[in-house]
């Protein structure tokens, strides 16, 4: 763990959050390379699940709502963990964590007795500095998605079954936040709310199941360190009758990248009776009026950056050197494609590269790069997962063909420049890396 975190920040994909003034603790920032990974894996999740079927529509709902949301769903009776401080020291703890010891772990300090602690953000809206001003920062975007249900059946008139997708940040006052990006009290989610007739509700969660496992797999992450976790009725949320997570194995051990979920019909349920609005479902074929059950396949999208950084590093001995190398799926690779020269004091070479890089440009994300020699310029693509590097040499100027080199394989195949694009356009849709 501590060589993918070291790396995030020496190539520029994850920063401490306002580190010059001694950062901010479990908060991160995403630099060059770290928001274009950030970026493929939102693009991968929506295009498999909004542009790749009929049944999905995507939306964006704001962070702030209507207090009377955070009660109707139940987060302002139920979203607690229970905390004890330390009086001496003052550090907070889960009480779960402390699994009945009396004194602070970290300076034997005498602990408060066990309190309930909200987890939801608290803010102030506009100028009322009292009660009736008080906002939450929303801890999970599904209920964007609920509060939006009729206005989507009056404006889409979709059938069932059908989904809202929905991609934003999340706030959670996380009383033991860490492992790096794993655990945050800012975070962004990924989540489905899949509408199905009750009846149907228990198959669409299996296949839910199956769908999400294997979107993860097929962006490359090693099925040995995935797996499935099905809750225990002791680990269920309030408003979930069954859920399964699905797990990645990271460094600090099998924790969970996402979780399906069956709502039921609490959530519709719930927003009908605090706002007075009719949210059933008229099906115009039954003639039958119901509230619709909601499977939710909600996932991280830090925790999946993150087990992708964390499954793609290897280490590689070649030669006498060490190599290490993001082994990303090409999807998701940040930059594509590395145009290099190898001699940087011959402007001829230097002039091609450039043009090179700029044609490929338009079409593939490219960067140029001459500020090393050639062994420390593979090096750095490696290390970012750039899945081609193009190096240009003498001989390029008279046969008018760069070398091409795989990352992954580091195998070099020497390519007519005017075919480049093609040729690389072909490979990135081999599909697989
Ligand atoms: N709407 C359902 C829901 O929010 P959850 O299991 O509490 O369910 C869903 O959260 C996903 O959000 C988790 O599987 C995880 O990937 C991500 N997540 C939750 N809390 C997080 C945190 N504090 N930091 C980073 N990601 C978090």
Redesign the pocket.
Known sequence: MDKVVSLCKRRGFIFQSSDIYGGLANTWDYGPYGVELKNNVKRAWWKSVVYERFDILGMDAAILMNPKVWEASGHVNNFFDLKSDCKFCKKRFKTEDLKDKKKCPECGGELTEPKSFNLMFETNYGSVTDKSGIMYLR????QGMFVNFSNILDSRHPRLPFGLAQIGK?F?N?IT?GNF?????E???M?IEYFVRPEEADKKLEEWIQARFDWYLNLGINKDNLRKHPHGSNEL?HYAKA?T?VEYNFPFGWS????I?NRTDFDLKQHAKFSGKDLQYFDDVKKERFYPYII?P???????VLAFLVNAYHEEKVKDDLRVVLKLHKDLAPVKVAVLPLLRNRPEIVELARKIAQGLKKDIITVYDDTGAIGKLYRRQDEVGTPFCITVDVQSLEDNQATVRERDTMQQERINIDKLKEYLKNKFNEGDR
């Open positions: 801890p999970e975007t599904a999340a959670r996380e936040p990006t794993f655990r945050t009290r975070f962004e989610q989540e949320a859920c997570d969970e990248l996402e979780g979920a939710e909600s996932g991280g999208v830090d925790r999946a």
